[in-house]
């Protein structure tokens, strides 16, 4: 059985600063991408930052410049350090995994039950 749990949300004003952090246990053999996703009040789930176990990054255009990703492949830890942050930035953040669970298995996609970014004008 594999877990996420999230820690590092909360209320920050605009302009301030925030870590989330995702810790992956479980039966693991390998993890592949692990990334963040937020949904906001009324709008659909998007993606915000992945990043592959050779650390090779994607970020959301509208988070460019302000958050940073980043992973510790032997901990199977996520983080994401968002600076800059807007009141649009509001949301529930979701940190993902898609990992094996063993050498034959297929990669499958898990998911935190996320953690919620409230940015105050």
């Known amino acids: 059985q594999v877990q996420l749990v999230e820690s590092g949300g909360g209320l920050v004003q605009a302009g301030g600063s925030l870590r989330l952090s995702c810790a992956v246990s479980?039966?693991?053999?390998?993890?592949?991408?692990m990334g963040w996703y937020r949904q906001a009040p009324g709008k659909e789930r998007e993606l915000v930052a992945t990043?592959?176990?050779?650390?090779?990054?994607n970020y959301a255009d509208s988070v460019k410049g302000r958050f940073t990703i980043s992973r510790d492949n032997a901990k199977n830890t996520v983080s994401l350090q968002m600076n800059s942050l807007k009141p649009e930035d509001t949301a529930v953040y979701y940190c993902?995994?898609?990992?094996?669970?063993?050498?034959?298995?297929?990669?499958?996609?898990?998911w935190g039950e996320g953690t919620l970014v409230t940015v105050s004008s």
């Open positions: 479980g039966s693991i053999f390998n993890i592949k991408s």
């Open positions: 990043i592959t176990s050779g650390s090779s990054t």
């Open positions: 993902n995994t898609n990992l094996r669970v063993t050498r034959w298995s297929f990669d499958i996609d898990y």
